[in-house]
């Protein structure tokens, strides 16, 4: 069966760069949520798309952007990255009334 | 307030033992629905269990239990004959409504002792 896809598996920036996250979710399935996992911390909620909309928004740093595009993938835009913003990211999608699959993650580290 | 607690930060079990995981929730919703999910050191998020606030029945998959007490506020994962790849965080979690994000207790470190 097919999972959420998630790109990169891991990703090492430099601080002040920018870093794209991006998220396939499973066909048919109509929202996407991103989390931020830091270190030894539970995941947060950050942003979530219904149906290519903004359906909820969570403690998303202003540097930090998302969208979902026709195709229903998501990306999750973060820039002037800082220390603080390694972490891992995860992606799940859903369909109303179901389940939520997580992607594997993205571990993003900020050098 | 915290609406996911989970009150066991480590727990140390011994190999073939059952183990009780505690989550208790807080919401005002009717319609809500529960979540255990494993995560192993490689970080990856392992659903295990959903439990519906309308389900009359505990749901079970496989080894997995989840002893749902709606009154108390209580979801309690229940894992019989634990083996040492049970060794991980896991995570109780929570969905008010039918499409809201999901909220995250802050996890119980399982170590399955040989």
């Known amino acids: 069966a097919a999972g959420v896809i998630q790109s990169p598996r891991h990703l090492i920036k430099e601080k002040r760069e920018t870093a794209t996250l991006k998220c396939y979710p499973i066909p048919r399935h109509d929202t996407v949520y991103w989390y931020q996992q830091g270190p030894g911390q539970d995941p947060q909620f950050l942003i979530s798309?219904?149906?290519?909309?903004?359906?909820d928004k969570g403690s998303i740093p202003d540097r930090f952007s998302a969208q979902q595009f026709s195709d229903y993938h998501s990306e999750l835009n973060m820039s002037s990255l800082e220390l603080g913003d390694s972490a891992l990211y995860f992606c799940?999608?859903?369909?109303?009334?179901?389940?939520?699959?997580f992607g594997s993650g993205t571990r993003l580290t900020v050098v | 307030a915290q609406k996911i607690t989970q009150t066991q930060p480590g727990m140390f079990v011994q190999e073939k033992e059952a183990v009780t995981l505690d989550c208790t929730y807080d919401t005002s919703d009717p319609s809500y629905g529960l979540f255990w999910y494993k995560q192993p050191s490689s970080g990856e998020m392992i659903f295990l269990i959903y439990?519906?606030?309308?389900?009359?029945q505990n749901a079970t998959e496989g080894r997995y239990s989840l002893n749902f007490q709606k009154a108390r506020k209580s979801a309690n994962l229940v894992i019989s004959a634990s083996q040492l790849g049970d060794s991980a965080m896991y995570f109780c979690?929570?969905?008010?409504?039918?499409?809201?994000?999901?909220?995250f207790g802050k996890g119980t470190r399982l170590h399955i002792l040989p």
């Open positions: 979690a929570m969905r008010e409504g039918p499409v809201d994000k999901i909220i």
């Open positions: 439990q519906g606030s309308y389900d009359q």
């Open positions: 798309f219904y149906e290519k909309m903004q359906s």
């Open positions: 799940a999608s859903s369909l109303a009334g179901g389940g939520y699959t």
